[in-house]
T-cell receptor
Framework: EAGVAQSPRYKIIEKRQSVAFWCNPI?????LYWYQQILGQGPKLLIQ????????DSQLPKDRFSAERLKGVDSTLKIQPAKLEDSAVYLC??????????????FGPGTRLTVL | GENVEQHPSTLSVQEGDSAVIKCTYS??????FPWYKQELGKRPQLIID?????GEKKDQRIAVTLNKTAKHFSLHITETQPEDSAVYFC??????????FGDGTTLTVKP
């Protein structure tokens, strides 16, 4: 089966600019996650969707980050304006369902963001 | 919220030796504990997982143990090979699917 797709793979922007990332989960996966992975650290959950509803966004810096999953399939994550500390890899993951024993998450290749 | 601590941060072993990575978690409601392997520049991939109703699980050279009372779980790799070299992450997951990851262990297997 096709895996989780993300684009772009790399992005370089200057601080205060805006940027958007796109994710297409595995077909049929109801749950979608966005993670931020700073170099040398583990992935940190930014937001979790169940279909098109938000399950958890407690660690999303809402003054500058936003995410949507309007039709319950693809998702976009936006940063506006970007700061130097936003430099990281942004990983998208999907799973069959959140509230079940099918918790295995499948990760996309990530988008490496560099903010100058 | 959940807090996951992972040790050691780096681990170097000789080929053929065993490697053990340990994680502790804080939220007793966590019920699913996956381990991911991430090679340089690649995506994390699940290598083994364990649910809270099980104490141990084994898959060939890889095993995971869980102690719910002490809130810690461990990854054991036996007969290590150079291709096992990677960063390994543990995670503790709540019922709704929210996962908190450790900061990773860089394993180097020397031939």
């Amino acid at each position: 089966e096709a895996g989780v797709a993300q684009s772009p793979r790399y992005k370089i922007i200057e601080k205060r600019q805006s940027v958007a990332f796109w994710c297409n989960p595995i077909s049929g996966h109801a749950t979608l996650y966005w993670y931020q992975q700073i170099l040398g650290q583990g992935p940190k959950l930014l937001i979790q969707f169940q279909n098109n509803g938000v399950v958890d966004d407690s660690q999303l810096p809402k003054d500058r980050f936003s995410a949507e999953r309007l039709k319950g399939v693809d998702s976009t994550l936006k940063i506006q304006p970007a700061k130097l500390e936003d430099s990281a890899v942004y990983l998208c993951a999907s799973s069959l369902a959140g509230v079940s024993y099918n918790n295995e998450q499948f990760f996309g290749p990530g988008t490496r963001l560099t903010v100058l | 919220g959940e807090n996951v601590e992972q040790h050691p941060s780096t681990l170097s072993v000789q080929e053929g030796d065993s490697a053990v990575i340990k994680c502790t978690y804080s939220d007793s409601a966590s019920n699913y504990f996956p381990w991911y392997k991430q090679e340089l520049g690649k995506r994390p991939q699940l290598i083994i997982d364990i649910r809270s109703n099980v104490g141990e699980k084994k898959d060939q050279r890889i095993a995971v143990t869980l102690n719910k009372t002490a809130k810690h779980f461990s990854l054991h790799i036996t007969e290590t090979q150079p291709e096992d070299s990677a960063v390994y992450f543990c995670a503790a997951t709540l019922g709704a699917g929210k996962s908190t990851f450790g900061d990773g262990t860089t394993l180097t297997v020397k031939p």
